[in-house]
T-cell receptor, first 114, second 112 residues
């Protein structure tokens, strides 16, 4: 079983929809949680960065972390065609073997059609 | 803005060749990383370096080595390229180990 599981999709939604992207993980040492967006033929770019449990909002994007369930989510409100990309969750621990080393999900391919 | 530059976007090499992938960052970051990205497998860590001349194995170091002679430059070396090393290679850097990593645009490497 992989340490981080992410539904690869693909996910196709109409413009304006609310998108929910999710990851589950098994390593209870993970403390830092990130979401990256990757456009075709480009490197991943950081969207959201959170520490421990809770919510974080940035414009149309909201990241949620539920450490008790080992579950993280990214919500995109009022989705736009420019949001079409692959979304990667990533996480790392505060110590031990997972310190400073990101473990990624497989990525979810999202298409927002006009 | 942090800039991580990978020297080649596309590279085609033959089996058995020694291949060098170069990465340069311009933000004086201590830590640099090499990943490969394959469909269905996500990003997997090959090697990382937390200081000049220091290196640590990641999850899949077999068949690879690295070099970090200067703080801004981190090289990935395929000692004897094989077809199963055909992949997208991504370099990243970060100031602190639990800070977000900044990625280059990748090198798509094909081994024939």
């Amino acid at each position: 079983q992989k340490e981080v599981e992410q539904d690869p999709g693909p996910l196709s939604v109409p413009e304006g929809a609310i998108v929910s992207l999710n990851c589950t993980y098994s390593n209870s040492a993970f403390q830092y949680f990130m979401w990256y967006r990757q456009y075709s033929r480009k490197g991943p770019e950081l969207l959201m960065y959170t520490y421990s449990s809770g919510n974080k909002e940035d414009g149309r994007f909201t990241a949620q972390v539920d450490k008790s369930s080992k579950y993280i989510s990214l919500f995109i409100r009022d989705s736009q065609p420019s949001d079409s990309a692959t979304y990667l969750c990533a996480m790392s621990g505060a110590g031990g073997t997972s310190y400073g080393k990101l473990t990624f999900g497989q990525g979810t391919i999202l298409t927002v059609h006009p | 803005d942090v800039k991580v530059t990978q020297s080649s976007r596309y590279l085609v090499k033959r089996t058995g060749e020694k291949v060098f992938l170069e990465c340069v960052q311009d933000m004086d970051h201590e830590n640099m990383f090499w990943y490969r990205q394959d469909p269905g497998l996500g990003l997997r860590l090959i090697y990382f370096s937390y200081d000049v001349k220091m290196k640590e194995k990641g999850d899949i170091p077999e068949g690879y080595s690295v070099s970090r002679e200067k703080k801004e430059r981190f090289s990935l070396i395929l000692e004897s390229a094989s077809t199963n090393q055909t992949s997208m290679y991504l370099c990243a850097s970060t100031l602190g180990l639990n800070q977000p990593q900044h990625f280059g645009d990748g090198t798509r490497l094909s081994i024939l």
